[in-house]
Nanobody, 121 residues
């Protein structure tokens, strides 16, 4: 069992930056594939980034950076040059290291409660 707790969301102006953190419980954190997803009102949950191969959605490439610190059981999402369309609830997710598709939310087993990111224009 893994519990995930996100933090770092907030309100920021367009062009600004935020860093999200996701702290995981459990002693086997390093064995999990970790990813970030987001969901805007009225839209489906969408892939943002995964740390296994540093994969990113096209919409955030060059602006967002995912990283993990296994010693701290933490995965980060550094978000720069934020745009109003980045506004969403951001979720951290953990899944098996053998995930067939890192951008498919249905393959992840554990989810955090989400943190709101709002980018004003």
């Amino acid at each position: 069992q893994v519990q995930l707790v996100e933090s770092g969301g907030g309100l920021v102006q367009a062009g600004g930056s935020l860093r999200l953190s996701c702290v995981a419980s459990g002693r086997t954190f390093s064995t999990y594939a970790m990813g970030w997803f987001r969901q805007a009102p009225g839209k489906e949950r969408e892939f943002v980034a995964a740390v296994r191969r540093s994969d990113y959605a096209d919409s955030v490439k060059g602006r967002f950076t995912i990283s993990r610190d296994n010693a701290k059981n933490t995965v980060y999402l550094q978000m720069n040059s934020l745009k109003p369309e980045d506004t969403a609830v951001y979720y951290c997710a953990a899944g098996p290291s053998t995930l067939a598709s890192i951008n498919n939310p249905r393959l992840y087993d554990y989810w955090g409660q989400g943190t709101q990111v709002t980018v004003s224009s």
